[in-house]
């Protein structure tokens, strides 16, 4: 029945109207406006409600609110009031009736407008119903779109209607690929009746949940385990379908079986006695640990099968639960068997008890041994050269002092820090935001830290590590090494790198000039001085050169001796051979020094002393040939990843028992006048690179040098 509120100011006039509407409408009145289907309101009533009605009308939104001026004769209206031509939408009146009334023109007039009132409400009602159906269907669709289960709808037989993206990650099937298939047919067939039967049970069930588990294939061919929860949501308005929402537990199957197995394993021994102590039940666990039998032993006493476990705590805890009827759980070892058990007894109904127990005899020794490390490990921990530290990270993130050895607090800092204790502001600045880098970072970072104690200062070399513990890292392991001495002894060893370059650049340079015009003045003097004076003269010139030559080792030597770090990189084979080739026969004319073949075109791992190499194994087939026509044959390949050289000459050769010898330290061939360095710098340099060098006999009659290179990548 539709709710009419009458707000006509005389009484006797409101009293008429309501007899006249009152077995038609819920008639209401009140000197305030209500809540009501229409309104009727006459024309000295409507400057006192006109803004209440507005609100009315204002609340309504688009249902239609009628409100009717039931007007006298010749009385004015309120234009305020009317939404006449030339009027805001702001107007309350939808109607005018004229007094006096006629009841079935008024109901007809009043019906009208409640039908038009019933007609915007409804089409309002379905506008919202559509509107929250979209947004729900927009939240589904999100929903479906973003979970990580598989979300399928499936029609009345089973068959795939829509299909998530997620089946793609899972399954491996695309998401449109089984549209229209049977999604049962895909099921393990021991798996299938069971599912099908449930379905048809939730078919016939609007709105009910079900949830079961199955095998399903994947696209690769193989099973996988699905739990599955299905709903009917035909008569939901929105998704007219099975909404079935999967998700892979192969892992949570796969750990279920192993902890079933495990169990199984596993089962207690299980001991019944009656309130005399007689045992009226054992299981297959119990007759194994014990080894005894129960068709020997049911029905006798426990103390007269065992009786040395009276007056031990086996008999104590068992008259406890006894007579206490109380449970009680404790570990113990039985010395006849020499086993640990762990025990729990438990009061029964019947007056006696039942006792659960199990061998931890593996257990007890392993907790000893736990026990025992932890005691090595307190000792270690204290007694090691380096200083050990543990910094803990609280679940806020909060860095705090965990524990140290005696070293590592010292060097920490100067007060004593207490487990627990924030380490802002209590150490060093510099560690600890390298200690919330290794925490970041998840990596292991080093430190060099110095220390300052009674104005001696230390340094160490730092290192932190992290400790995560089920992805999460808990603390941060720190370990301090002293370095001072190492230090030191850098900085002496960089001291005297230092004098050795000052040196070798007097070597090369002041000491070199110096000969070089001693050798030029000497041979100027040979070609003046009298006969008699000549080889006086040549002797200075000889000893020149010789001091020249010298000079040049020395200078090899301090390179090698200076070179720190990698230097290596592709370097010509073919280029620096033959240069060196070059040379080589220019300074001995006396001398034949030639290339059997064709030198490879390639590139080994060396630096800029590859040069020096090759110049000293020519130098060396020149020197200590005693031919009457030195020969020098220098030959190339490439075996492998290596490159291959060969310097031959033809001289005396090289006895067996020299041939490792003569790449040692000052070690001379008997014509030699030289330093004996030449090969050990041969050898250096060569091992430098990776590579080796060994004497073999020459086809030429001598000896040769053969250098294998390894090819630069």
Request: hydrophobic share 35%; net charge negative.
């Amino acid at each position: 029945m539709s709710t009419v509120q009458v707000l006509v100011e005389n009484a006797g006039e409101r009293e008429a109207v309501v007899a006249l509407l009152e077995n038609y409408y819920d008639v209401r009145t009140g000197e305030s406006v209500e809540q009501a289907d229409l309104y009727l309101i006459d024309d000295h009533s409507v400057p006192a409600h006109r803004e209440a009605l507005r609100e009315q009308k204002r609340a309504a939104g688009a249902v239609f609110c009628p409100v009717v001026l039931v007007r006298r004769e010749r009385t004015r209206i309120d234009e305020q009031a009317l939404p006449g031509q030339g009027q805001s939408a702001s107007g309350v009146i939808d109607e005018v009736i004229t007094a006096p009334l006629d009841y079935e023109t008024v109901v007809w007039q009043l019906d009208n407008l409640l039908t038009r009132r019933d007609t915007t409400r409804n089409l309002v009602e379905k506008n919202e119903r559509l509107q929250r159906r979209e947004r729900e269907l927009q939240r589904y669709q999100t929903f479906v779109e973003r979970s990580s289960d598989i979300i399928t709808v499936l029609d009345e037989s089973g068959v795939v209607q829509y299909q998530s993206p997620a089946i793609e990650r899972v399954l491996g099937y695309e998401q449109d690929e089984l549209i229209g298939e049977n999604a049962f047919a895909l099921f393990h067939p021991e798996d299938r009746p069971e599912l099908e039967e449930t379905y048809a049970e939730l078919i016939a069930d609007p709105g009910r949940t079900v949830a079961s588990e199955g095998r399903m294939q994947r696209a690769d061919g193989e099973y996988c385990w699905l739990s599955v929860t299905a709903t009917n949501h035909f008569d939901s308005g929105v998704i007219d379908g099975i909404v079935v929402n999967s998700h892979d537990i192969s892992d949570r199957k796969r750990e279920q079986q192993r902890r079933e197995r495990t169990v199984e394993r596993m089962t207690d021994a299980i001991l019944a006695l009656n309130e005399n102590w007689r045992f009226i039940e054992i299981n297959d666990q119990a007759e194994r640990i014990l080894g005894i039998e129960s068709a020997e032993v049911l029905g006798k006493s426990i103390w007269n099968i065992f009786p040395s476990a009276v007056d031990t705590r086996f008999y104590d805890a068992y008259t406890t639960a006894m007579d206490e009827r109380e449970p009680i759980a404790f570990e113990e070892r039985f010395d006849e068997m020499d086993t640990w058990f762990e025990v729990n007894a438990y009061p029964e109904p019947h007056g006696g008890i039942s006792i659960y127990f199990r061998d931890i005899t593996d257990r007890k020794a392993r907790e000893h041994r736990i026990e025992q490390l932890n005691r090595e490990f307190e000792t270690v921990f204290e007694n090691v050269r380096d200083g050990l530290f543990l910094f803990d990270r609280t679940p806020e993130g909060t860095l705090t002092f965990g524990r140290s050895n005696t070293i590592a607090g010292q060097l920490l800092s100067e007060e004593v820090l207490t487990p627990g204790e924030e380490l802002d502001g209590r150490i060093d600045s510099v560690l600890l935001d390298r200690t919330r880098e290794c925490l970041e970072q998840e990596r292991t970072v080093g430190i060099e830290h110095r220390v300052t104690t009674g104005g001696d200062e230390s340094v160490f070399d730092v290192v932190l590590s992290p400790v995560i513990v089920e992805g999460t890292v808990e603390m941060v392991v720190g370990s301090a090494r002293d370095v001072t001495e190492r230090k030191q002894y850098e900085q002496r060893l960089e001291s005297q790198r230092d004098d050795l370059r000052l040196l070798n650049q007097m070597v090369r340079h002041d000491i070199r000039n110096d000969l070089q015009v001693i050798q030029t003045h000497g041979e100027l003097l040979a070609t003046e001085v009298p006969e008699e004076l000549r080889s006086s003269a040549d002797s200075v010139v000889a000893s020149a050169e010789n001091a020249m030559s010298l000079t040049e080792e020395a200078r090899d030597l301090a390179t090698v001796m200076l070179r720190s770090g990698d230097t290596q990189e592709p370097t010509s084979l073919s280029t620096t051979l033959r240069t060196q080739v070059q040379q080589a026969a220019d300074s001995h004319d006396h001398a034949t020094i030639e290339i059997d073949g064709t030198i490879p075109s390639c590139e080994v791992s060396a630096d800029d002393m590859l040069g020096s190499v090759f110049d000293n194994l020519l130098q060396n087939s020149v020197v200590h040939n005693d031919s009457p026509e030195p020969r020098t044959v220098v030959s190339a390949s490439i075996d492998g990843e290596d490159a291959v050289v060969r310097v031959a000459d033809n001289g005396p050769g090289i006895d067996d028992d020299q041939r490792e010898a003569i790449f040692e330290k000052e070690q001379q061939g008997e014509a030699s006048d030289g330093t004996g360095i030449g090969l050990y710098l041969v050898r250096t340099l060569i091992e430098g690179y990776g590579g080796a060098v060994d004497v073999e006999e020459s086809a030429e009659g001598g000896a040769a040098l053969v250098v294998r290179l390894p090819l630069a990548a």
